[in-house]
């Protein structure tokens, strides 16, 4: 009925020293802030493609995915960015279960969250690196932000984090953009209350120091489907339901109007290999609707090498431990798809 202190963990600052950014690297992902960011605002009208792993379970198989995404962005990059998910948190809904690499390096031992910390930067930095995308990544924990600030390009904050009051005020003191998903209940004005948040600035308590914040004008939505008092999963990626997303944005006065979909989680009730059919509405709707087209920025999409989900241990070089996520063959034609409309 009490905490056991283990181990005190080193400061972002010192992980950072001991596992730095190369130079090169730095110029690739401010590069890439600023494209991304210019979708966000307007000012491109390149889509995003935010796709990879449900959890970046294995750093080799991980990095030989975007790898296959780095050739295959060469093709389409005068009209996608391509944002590969390395997702290194899980959430866990019942509180069991593989909980991400920065708890569990190796999903076959133990949890050690300092070995962790070290393989989430390696990971990251070495996909750099070899494909020269930099990626996304959820923000279970707010604390852990300094640790890949440097890093990251993109960053989610999930369903059962969106209300939360630490997760918006940190939010604000990013300078990358950070989509913040409909909760479960799939209450859109929590959500757009959650952007409003995190495009304010404030001053809070963080790690020990008070501190001030900008506020984020990259701040948009996501939406991910529902879940009903029944247990039910309720999509939410309609033409109905974009529609009604864009008039409440045009009720409210938020910085840069925008929403990615994610195509799978309760929009796909938990069925993987609907995702392709589900984009292809998605972006059917871009199509009948102006205002939509410049509402809808991009989609999210759970891909890995090998299709389905494996239990831990099996040993499938590049299928998902957790959710079960598409193949690389599907999700090449699917990109190419996108990349038509």
Known sequence: MSFEF????????????????????????????????????????KFLVIIG?????????????????????????????????????????TGEGYKGIIHQPDPEKKPDLLAGLIAMRKMHIRAIAESGLTAADEMLYPENWRYVSDILSYVAIGARSVE????????????????????????????????????????????GWEV????NPLAHTILRGAVNKHGQNLPN?????????????????????????????SNSNKHFDQQPRIVREIMH??????????????????????GGSQAIGNGTYGQSITDPCLDWATSERLILDIADC
Do not use: W
Request: with cysteine.
């Open 6 to 45: 283990i181990t005190k963990l080193p400061t972002p600052e010192a992980i950072r020293n001991d596992y730095p950014m190369p130079e090169a690297l730095v110029k690739i992902k401010n590069d890439r802030d600023q494209a991304i960011g210019q979708v966000i605002t307007g000012e491109s009208d």
């Open 53 to 93: 792993p449900c959890s970046a379970d294995n750093e080799e198989a991980v990095c030989d995915y975007i790898g296959r995404l780095a050739r295959l962005n060469e093709k389409v990059a005068d009209r996608l960015i391509l944002i590969p998910r390395i997702y290194t948190n899980k959430p866990r809904t």
């Open 164 to 207: 939360d009051q630490q997760h918006r005020l940190t939010v604000s003191g990013f300078d990358v953009p950070a989509g913040m998903k409909n909760p479960t209940s799939g209450d859109f004005t929590v959500m757009l209350n959650s952007v409003h948040a995190a495009q304010q600035s404030h001053t809070f308590a963080y790690r």
């Open 212 to 215: 001030n914040t900008t506020g």
């Open 237 to 265: 990626y309609h033409y109905e339901d974009l529609q009604r997303l864009l008039d409440l944005y045009n009720e409210r006065d938020l910085k840069n109007p925008a929403c990615i979909i994610d195509a799978n989680h």
């Open 285 to 306: 709707s871009r199509r009948l609707n102006p205002d939509l087209r410049t509402l809808i920025k991009g989609v999210m999409i759970e891909s890995y090498i090998e």
